[in-house]
């Protein structure tokens, strides 16, 4: 004989509700964490030569968190005007951000699941 559990609609929003709370600061900590290991991540290979290292410098990877949404964002950028001719002139040959997130998103994925797991499957 098999046992159920049956849940209604209001109680499993609920649930999830104080498992987004529950949940927010611990996926936002690895957030910075990981927007810390990318903005490294860049401007250590980042595939231009350096005139006056404004755009290695200008290399930025920032996480946010709307509360309201519960949504986290690792936005990563250049702060200088010719960012985007490095992004996406001559051929892309001297794009960085595409790149690393080529070679860093499933990391970040994973230790997602790693935090995010144990929630979701109990």
Known sequence: MAASVVFKTEQIKTRLKRA??????????YAK???NEYEKYMKANAPWTDRTGNARRGLKAQATQSRKAFVTTIK???SVYYGVYLE???GRRFAIIQPTIDVKGHDYVDGLHGILGPVIIK
């Open 20 to 29: 987004q709370i529950a949940l927010a600061p611990a996926v936002m900590a």
């Open 33 to 35: 964490g990981k927007a």
């Open 76 to 78: 990563l950028s250049h």
């Open 88 to 90: 996406y002139a001559m």
